[in-house]
């Protein structure tokens, strides 16, 4: 019997920008937001968010339809609100936001995702470099203001990663935590939550700093959290028990990674561990589809950057001297990567 031939799959995914998009500008529109707890009408929410009469029905439905938003009745007196997640992760006001990263995808990454093509035939960045700008750390770093809603917003989304980590991955062993480009001080203050024995470190670059201890001083953490200045391209790292790494390894290229990780290494005693949280691709490279998308996107973004497997991490990690290695799945297509020294 001949197979089925069906292009619906073909299809979907020819037109998923159209999905994205829609959420994308719904997140731009802050119509989540908007709606907080209540409920509007099409010709309500519309006039709100200041939008033509013609795309409202179709944009607010498609909404319903992909399960971004609920909808009670039907027709003009149909009433919108926020389904369970978005109310929690999208509506500005509540502490579990993470709208900061489709806002970045939306206002920069959807135009530079165009030029994939040319990143695969040149191997060069399609974003802000392209045109011999900044990167997006360079340009980010130089403003205070600007730094910190980025942090804030890129920090969020890895909040469930960091509380998996602190359920997972025993910690007993151990008293001290050196967490490397530690941003706000996330990984450290849900970790510290979690088990009252350790003390961190947050190293970040000096920009970073006084942001982070406005954090962890929020926290009433000063006492076991402390937030250090420095560049880890540069400078040595500071010596724990624990070394983490989340979302670092994969920003840079091989060089970088390795001495990323021999850094990790010698700031280690023995018996130390190292963890890197990442996007990790299945060894037979089949299956974890938002880490081969995330190692594009370091194409896209960087260049040389990619992510990588379980594999790679445990032949990088060997050959620097790590004996003994540990995967951990946390939320999602994020799991930890460790190394024992």
Not at 8 to 36: C, N, P, R, Y
Request: glycine fraction near 10%; charged fraction near 20%; include cysteine.
């Amino acid at each position: 019997m001949k197979e089925h031939l069906d292009p619906g799959h073909i299809m979907q995914t020819a037109t998923a920008f159209w999905a994205s998009k829609v959420l994308l500008t719904a997140v731009e529109l802050d119509l989540f937001t908007t709606l907080g707890d209540g409920k509007m009408t099409a010709p309500q929410l519309g006039k709100t968010l200041g939008l033509h009469p013609r795309g409202t029905y179709d944009f607010f439905d498609a909404l319903v339809a992909l399960k971004f938003l609920n909808r009670n009745g039907d027709g003009p007196r149909g009433e919108y609100e926020n389904t369970l997640q978005t109310a929690a992760f999208l509506n500005k006001k509540s502490p579990n936001y993470i709208g900061g990263m489709p806002e970045m995808l939306n206002s920069r990454l959807f135009g530079f995702w165009n030029g994939l093509g040319t990143a695969l035939r040149t191997g060069k960045p399609q974003s802000e470099l392209k045109h011999g700008g900044k990167s997006i750390f360079e340009d980010l770093y130089s403003n205070e203001v600007t730094l910190g809603e980025f942090l804030d917003a890129m920090t969020g989304f890895q909040a469930e990663n960091f509380t998996q980590l602190a359920r997972k991955f025993d910690f007993s062993p151990y008293k001290t935590v050196s967490d490397i480009g530690g941003a706000l001080a996330l990984l450290s203050r849900i970790v510290a939550n979690h088990h009252h024995h350790l003390s961190f470190n947050s190293f970040d670059l000096p920009p970073v700093a006084p942001l982070a201890q406005k954090h962890i001083e929020a926290a009433g953490m000063e006492q076991r959290i402390q937030a250090i200045a420095g560049d880890f391209l540069k400078e040595e790292l500071p010596k724990a028990d624990v070394i983490t790494m989340g979302n670092i390894l994969h920003d840079w290229n091989l060089d970088n990674k390795k001495m990323l990780i021999r850094k990790a290494y010698n700031a280690l005693p023995e018996g130390g561990a190292f963890i890197a949280i990442e996007n990790l691709i299945d060894d037979a490279r089949r299956e974890n589809v938002f880490g081969l998308l995330m190692s594009l996107n370091m194409l896209i973004e960087f260049g040389d950057a990619f992510d990588y497997t379980g594999a790679d991490f445990r032949e990088w990690c060997s050959e620097i001297g790590f004996k003994r290695f540990e995967f951990i799945h946390l939320a999602g297509p994020t799991s930890a990567a460790i190394a024992y020294k």
